[in-house]
């Protein structure tokens, strides 16, 4: 089935820069949107961004400016750059893909990664 494999997370100073990459296997259905979500402890998960399948983008507020999605539809693969990193963008975050196949619906999400901004 459906598998979504995160990667690119880690431990970064404020101001600093990572780059989150999704690779997604298996794929059976028309892709309707891929986006990334994030959690931190206490809080509910949230939208960070979000890619159509016709390219068009959307950002929580507190990322817009310094975060970019973009895909490779070729590979299968999402990603987000995230520019000047602050504490606050401490979170789990998770690739969520979800598309349509006739009368069926698919929403999948990866496993998460840990994205961690301290000095």
């Known amino acids: 089935q459906v598998q979504l494999v995160e990667s690119g997370g880690g431990l970064v100073q404020p101001g600093g820069f990572l780059r989150l990459s999704c690779a997604a296997s298996g794929i059976i259905f028309s892709i309707s949107a891929m986006g990334w979500y994030r959690q931190a402890p206490g809080n509910e998960r949230e939208l960070v961004a979000v890619i159509t399948s016709g390219g068009s983008t959307n950002y929580a507020d507190s990322v817009k400016d310094r975060f970019t999605i973009s895909r490779d539809n070729a590979k299968n693969t999402v990603y987000l750059q995230m520019n000047s990193l602050k504490p606050e963008d401490t979170a789990v975050y998770y690739c969520?893909?979800?598309?349509?196949?006739?009368?069926?619906?698919?929403?999948?999400w990866g496993q998460g990664t840990q994205v961690t901004v301290s000095s």
């Open positions: 969520n893909v979800r598309g349509v196949r006739g009368r069926d619906t698919y929403d999948s």
